[in-house]
């Protein structure tokens, strides 16, 4: 059980272009969704906490209207890297939480994105 | 605020040595405390976790025991394998009122040679 399933797994646009990444949670409701951002070698930065039905929260420093974040389900949250450049290159990773174990959150397996 | 310190890598090792990464952490409150491992391109594994003091978790022979007076969470594994070479990462996860964030350490690579 607690399956978190990305889509694309791995995606290359072209300099503005938008992108959109899904995260489904297969096996279970999600009421709390999560993107993370990973460099290489580098450790998760969370980007932005999303709940169903309502506005994600962003992170300091990330751009709400650049990274657009969907939860209109329990089921599924969805990413989109608007007008998206080179430096947007980078593994996202999205994880969910559901209501019965408020602690633990299940991830991903990720999607790199490239942009030429 | 809430921080995660792991032990800098890479760490090599030989097959069958014994592993230890440290991890220490500061926080607010009572967290829950979580190792992850990450294999080449993929995503995040939960691998044990602690949800108070003097818990140990474990699983796949690693262990980890959440020492509250030293605000540690060490992670060993008494042989290592090939096939546990990865990135491993400590993790707290925030309190409610702070959003429940996963709060991550800086992640230790692990290279386990035969």
């Known amino acids: 059980g607690a399956v978190v399933s990305q889509h694309p797994s791995r995606v290359i646009c072209k300099s503005g272009t938008s992108v959109k990444i899904e995260c489904r949670s297969l096996?279970?409701?999600?009421?709390?969704m999560f993107w993370y951002r990973q460099f290489p070698k580098q450790s998760l930065m969370l980007m932005a906490t999303s709940n169903e039905g309502s506005k994600a929260t962003y992170e300091q420093g990330v751009e709400k209207d650049k990274f657009l974040i969907n939860h209109a389900s329990l089921t599924l949250s969805t990413l989109t890297v608007t007008s998206a450049h080179p430096e947007d290159s980078s593994f996202y990773i999205c994880?969910?939480?559901?209501?019965?174990?408020?602690?633990?959150?299940?991830f991903g397996p990720g999607t790199r994105l490239t942009v030429l | 605020g809430n921080s995660v310190t792991q032990m800098e890598g890479p760490v090599t090792l030989s097959e069958e040595a014994f592993l230890t990464i440290n991890c220490t952490y500061t926080a607010t409150g009572y967290p829950s405390l979580f190792w992850y491992v990450q294999y080449p391109g993929e995503g995040l594994q939960l691998l044990l976790k602690a949800t108070k003091a003097d818990d140990k978790g474990s699983n796949k022979g690693f262990e980890a025991t959440y020492r509250k007076e030293t605000t540690s969470f060490h992670l060993e594994k008494g042989s290592v394998q090939v096939s546990d070479s990865a990135v491993y990462f400590c993790?707290?996860?925030?309190?409610?009122?702070?959003?429940?964030?996963?709060?991550f350490g800086q992640g230790t690579e692990l290279s386990v040679k035969p």
């Open positions: 096996d279970f409701q999600a009421t709390t």
């Open positions: 994880s969910a939480r559901w209501f019965r174990d408020y602690n633990e959150q299940f």
């Open positions: 993790a707290l996860s925030a309190s409610y009122n702070q959003g429940g964030k996963l709060i």
